[in-house]
């Protein structure tokens, strides 16, 4: 084979490496905010589960609070029934008294239902949480798994560069001219393809007849449709 034509199609199967590994380490920011991204949707659920639990906590202590404003109501009264002497302060005492009563018989209903829907949720919170703390942990693992494909990726394409420059300089002028030319026209590889029943194999399209006529292999001829490079 040519010398020449070897040297084109390892240039062109290094730079085709290359693009590649440029693709996938352009997509390794994306994958790495799109983990992030699902770590905080997780602290957000998280907080979400952990605030109604809160807030159910936080109605419970408010109650027993006026439980406890209620009971001091209830004895301070009883207090000055017992010093009262007049029957219509008595009666007036006894009616406070009957609604402090209901009052706390109320509350503790509230308390006790409040107790009853903490220790519920109180399993159901811990469980989303070790889950989320899992989760959470797995994500990282990508992370830190992606960090070490992304500097791999690099390594190569650092070595593919170099490797890319290298062939290069083993191509005639002439022959990497117009490569570079290709490579400008195109705006993905491949740049160099073969010419099948009259057609160019990277658009598929018919070239010209005077175009075919040209394609032989120790020449170069682009397509006129696409501007590869065409091979017999
Ligand atoms: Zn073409």
């Known amino acids: 084979m040519n010398p020449d034509v070897q040297s084109l199609f390892e240039l062109h199967a290094k730079d085709v490496e290359r693009i590649a590994l440029e693709k996938k380490l352009a997509e390794c920011p994306r994958e790495k905010a799109r983990l992030n991204d699902k770590i905080k949707a997780e602290h957000v659920l998280m907080d979400e589960k952990t605030a109604g639990f809160r ?23 009883k207090t000055q029934q017992a010093q009262v002497k007049k029957q219509d302060e008595y009666d007036l005492l006894s009616h406070q008294m009957q609604e402090c009563t209901q009052k706390i018989d109320d509350l503790q209903n509230e308390i006790l239902n409040d107790l009853l829907e903490i220790d519920r949720q109180k399993p159901i919170v811990a469980d989303f949480q070790a889950q989320a703390k899992v989760q959470i ?13 992304q500097v791999r990726l690099q390594e190569l394409h650092d070595r593919d560069v170099a490797l890319s420059a290298e062939l290069a300089q083993r191509v005639s002028k002439e022959w990497l001219d117009a490569y570079r030319t290709a490579q400008s026209r195109v705006k993905s590889p491949p740049y160099l393809v073969q010419f099948i029943d009259g057609r160019c194999q990277g658009c598929y399209l018919k070239v010209s007849t005077d175009v075919a006529q040209q394609i032989r292999s120790d020449t170069l001829v682009a397509c006129d449709q696409c501007g590869r490079l065409l091979y017999p």
Do not use: F, W, Y
């Open 55 to 77: 807030a159910l906590e936080l109605h419970r202590k408010q109650l027993e609070q006026e439980l406890s404003v209620q009971e001091s109501s209830l004895m301070k009264a």
């Open 137 to 149: 942990g797995e994500i990282e693992k990508e992370i830190v798994a992606l960090d070490a494909e």
